[in-house]
Every structure is written in C-alpha cells, then in structure tokens.
C-alpha cells in the first residue's frame, strides 16, 4: 500500500504561483511513476505532469513553460511548481503514484487551486 498526502493548494490571482507537495509513504520502492492531475467542475481528470523514477518528465501543453514537476528522493515527495497561473487553472488537483508490477494506480485526496482573474 501506498499513501499519498497533497498540500500547498489555495487561492491565488492570475500571474501568481503555487507549489503543491505530495508525500508518499508505505511501499514506496513499488513506485516507477508520480504525478499531478487536475479535475475541474463537469469536467474530466487530466495530466497535468508526471516523472518517473529515472527523473524524465511529462507535461500537458496547457502547462508547458509554466509549470514544473520535481521529486526529493530523499523525503518521498514530489512537487508541481506553478508560475503564471491563469484561471484555467483552477481545479482540483490530484497526486497519483503508479506501481508497475502488478499495476496499480494510488491516489491522494486532492487540494484545491484558485486562482482569480
């Protein structure tokens, strides 16, 4: 098993930036691949950025330029670092960690990010 813990998330206006954490516990040496998704009211839950074990990264095109995922090894947790916010923005946005064998998908609570126009 594994858990996840998001935190950083709020509201803030456009142009700004936010960093949300996501710190893993418990089978984490079962983890190959960790990252951020985002759901928005009616809409469905979508990559926003993932990382893998080996450090190669993914991003949305929404996000390209803008936002930045990140992990520390050493304290489990990975980050999304998000500069020039837009309104667009504003979801809910998930942790997810994936173990590969046997698959599997772990899934945090989800933190709210706001931002106003």
């Known amino acids: 098993q594994v858990q996840l813990v998001e935190s950083g998330g709020g509201l803030v206006q456009a142009g700004g930036s936010l960093r949300l954490s996501c710190a893993a516990s418990g089978s984490i040496f079962s983890i190959n691949v960790m990252g951020w998704y985002r759901q928005a009211p009616g809409k469905q839950r979508d990559l926003v950025a993932a990382?893998?074990?080996?450090?190669?990264?993914n991003y949305a095109d929404s996000v390209k330029g803008r936002f930045a995922i990140s992990r520390d090894n050493a304290k489990n947790t990975v980050y999304l670092q998000m500069n020039s916010l837009k309104p667009e923005d504003t979801a809910v946005y998930y942790c997810?960690?994936?173990?590969?064998?046997?698959?599997?998908?772990?899934w945090g609570q989800g933190t709210q990010v706001t931002v106003s126009s």
């Open positions: 997810k960690a994936t173990r590969s064998f046997p698959w599997y998908d772990y």
């Open positions: 990382i893998t074990s080996g450090g190669s990264t």
